[in-house]
């Protein structure tokens, strides 16, 4: 069973990083609560499919997507809340474990830890990626209200 303050301390280590990366005061509270919701969605999928990379995957997603919306509104880029918010959910630990098992010279379990540790990786990789092309397509700054249509060339612009 899932701890209930977990997204409590992700968003407390996020704020961290995320004074640790300079971040405006005011987005602050910003990342941590991305990455406190994505902890959330971490627990919950990965409670309910006993999968680590689905877990991470939808957390990487939702983090994404509320980077994303959250960026439109304050006309800020997606990047300054997503590379806080992502930090709680990077397999630091399997990295470690991989790199001391093959000082140690368990092949096998440095092999497996490590394909783990892609595998994890790779899915937070595609979560966001997946999270930006739907935000893309949805293109959340019509939502916002600040739309400013596809950047042309100047060239390319309809004379006014």
């Known amino acids: 069973m899932p701890a209930p303050l977990e997204p409590l301390w992700a968003a407390v280590a996020t704020a961290g990083f995320a004074l ?6 005011r987005d602050v509270p910003i990342a941590a609560l991305g990455a406190a919701l994505g902890w959330a969605v971490y627990m919950l ?29 304050l006309r800020r880029p997606a990047s300054v809340y997503i590379v806080c ?11 470690y474990y991989t ?3 093959s000082v140690k010279g368990q092949t096998w379990n440095a092999l497996t830890t490590g394909l783990a540790t892609l595998q994890a ?3 937070i990789a ?3 990626a ?18 400013t249509g596809p950047v042309h060339s ?4 309809p004379r006014r």
């Open 85 to 95: 918010a992502i930090i709680p959910l990077v397999p630091g630990g399997g990295m």
């Open 130 to 147: 997946l999270s930006g092309a739907f935000a893309r397509l949805l293109s959340l700054r019509r939502l916002a209200g600040k739309w």
């Open 121 to 123: 990786a790779g899915a």
């Open 126 to 128: 595609a979560g966001l």
């Open 45 to 73: 999928v990965s409670s309910v499919t006993a999968a680590q990379a689905v877990g991470l995957f939808a957390a990487a997603a939702v983090i994404g997507l509320w980077a994303e919306f959250v960026a439109a509104f």
């Open 99 to 101: 790199m001391l098992a």
């Open 20 to 25: 640790l990366f300079n971040l405006r005061r």
């Open 154 to 157: 100047r060239r390319d612009r």
